[in-house]
T-cell receptor
Framework: GAVVSQHPSWVICKSGTSVKIECRSL??????MFWYRQFPKQSLMLMAT?????????EQGVEKDKFLINHASLTLSTLTVTSAHPEDSSFYIC???????????????FGEGSRLTVL | AQTVTQSQPEMSVQEAETVTLSCTYD???????LFWYKQPPSRQMILVIR??????QNATENRFSVNFQKAAKSFSLKISDSQLGDAAMYFC????????????FGTGTRLQVTL
């Protein structure tokens, strides 16, 4: 099946620094990617929808200036956590839509996730 | 807004037995898609099974099958002949039609498989 890769899989940073997480679709072109956040023992909460070549659409309550999303190519979306604080520590998961799988709406494939720890 | 509810935070099943995970959802749409995802300890989400709302026939994938009750807005997952590798978090999810539509997840059910 289709593969979505996230990098890094885990990262530790100091408070106040910025961290970039990459999400790549390895064998398909994804015009739409989604970024989720997952706290321990909780569900996935959608943060934003990343559209290739245009601005991301953020969910209510998600700070656009803090969580910068760039979808510059059909195979890469990045999430940058700016001026990170300990409360930003979480598991971040991306999902990419393969338009050639799963019928008319396309199939969503998930990356392995990235665990961010802010000290 | 659509909501997805999983009322069972944890379930346990013996190996080789059958277990059913519950899911209900709320929507005003008539056309939509429902999914069950598995999240093992590795944390990568894996699609288990999907159901199109316009299809009356329940979806089946090997040992996994669903009971889709559209009028009741219920979408349960049955795992037959449970295996140790089935132990994971299971999330029910809803998706509207549309190429850019997002997944709305339930709160998840942790499934334990015992010997």
């Amino acid at each position: 099946g289709a593969v979505v890769s996230q990098h890094p899989s885990w990262v530790i940073c100091k408070s106040g620094t910025s961290v970039k997480i990459e999400c790549r679709s390895l064998d398909f072109q994804a015009t739409t990617m989604f970024w989720y956040r997952q706290f321990p023992k909780q569900s996935l909460m959608l943060m934003a929808t990343s559209n290739e070549g245009s601005k991301a659409t953020y969910e209510q309550g998600v700070e656009k200036d803090k969580f910068l999303i760039n979808h510059a190519s059909l195979t890469l979306s990045t999430l940058t956590v700016t001026s990170a604080h300990p409360e930003d520590s979480s598991f971040y998961i991306c999902s990419a839509r393969d338009p050639k799988a799963g019928g008319p709406i396309g199939e969503l494939f998930f990356g392995e996730g990235s665990r961010l720890t802010v000290l | 807004a659509q909501t997805v509810t999983q009322s069972q935070p944890e379930m346990s099943v013996q190996e080789a037995e059958t277990v059913t995970l519950s899911c209900t959802y709320d929507t005003s749409e008539s056309d939509y898609y429902l999914f069950w995802y598995k999240q093992p300890p590795s944390r990568q989400m894996i699609l288990v099974i999907r159901q199109e709302a316009y299809k009356q026939q329940n979806a089946t994938e090997n040992r996994f099958s669903v009971n889709f009750q559209k009028a009741a807005k219920s979408f349960s997952l049955k795992i037959s002949d449970s295996q140790l590798g089935d132990a994971a978090m299971y999330f029910c999810a809803y998706r509207r039609p549309g190429t850019a539509s997002k997944l709305t997840f339930g709160t998840g059910t942790r499934l334990q498989v015992t010997l």
